[in-house]
């Protein structure tokens, strides 16, 4: 609800047309289970596409790296803001590597449980679901030692308080599409798709592209340790993408650059590199 206010007061300012907030709840809002045992990408999308499908809202409003990669019947992405700041953050008292030896730290995803145990092999990660305040909460309580949540989330709620480090892409990469929002609505509305236009952002959309295109390719989802992130270097879309073991022993990591136009292009043929290199098995294992 609140990054869908901010992109209600962007497109209210942009084109002078009210905007009303209509709440829908998603089966991954409201499962306590662990997403990749409630179906993984999708679990926060699939209701809010009924909605559009069935008339009842004119769009929609996605954390992106929530929306699976595959196309939607009847359902277009319309526009993607202005990316926040992609990169995953540690909340606890002290930085990762001032964490006491076999230190309990929280996270639902198997990409960030990969990377940190790469980073910390000693960590007891202990996999949680739940909002910001939530999972916030547990270290307050005494009840872990420090969560890793995403920056953009905790600067959308205004809580940038909690961060005691913000891990850079060389330390762990970030979600595909983590920091972006995505605009849907249906695709047989092509004035409003001008409408949600307006607030398009045509550099963030080759680097989302880029790094979902890898997710496609590889074939993962939110149960995948599959970390990327693609920016505008010089003039020329980078993209650095890693796949771990999940037990963070092994990881292959790759990048490629080329013209923002071709991001596609470059992260399929990005994700055909990392297969070569054995991605796939390392996908496929678990504790």
Known sequence: MTQSGLVADALSQRTGHAVELVGVTTEGDVSKALLAQIGGTGVFVNALRDSLLAGEVDFAVHSLKDLPTGPADGIALAATPPRDDPRDVLCGPSKLADLPR??????????????????????????????ADTRLRKVADGELDAVVLAHAGLRRLGRLD?????????????????????????????????????????????????????LAVLEGGCSAPVGTYAAE?????????????????????????????????????LARRLLAQGADQLMGERD
Do not use: W, Y
């Open 233 to 269: 270097v010089e003039q020329k879309l980078h993209l650095t993408a890693t796949v771990a073991a999940f037990d963070g022993s092994r990881q292959v990591r790759l990048s490629a650059s080329g013209h923002p136009e071709r991001a596609e292009e470059i992260g399929r043929d």
């Open 102 to 131: 076999g230190a309990r730290v929280g996270t639902g995803s198997p990409r960030r449980i990969a990377q940190l145990r790469a980073l910390r092999p000693d960590l007891e990660v202990v996999p949680i679901r739940g909002n």
């Open 162 to 214: 909690a961060v005691a480090e913000i891990f850079e892409p060389d330390q762990m990469l970030p979600a595909p599409g983590q920091g972006a929002l995505a605009l849907e609505c249906r695709s047989d509305r092509p004035e409003l798709r001008d409408l949600l236009g307006t607030v398009d952002d045509p550099m963030t959309r080759a680097a989302v592209t880029a790094e979902r295109t890898v």
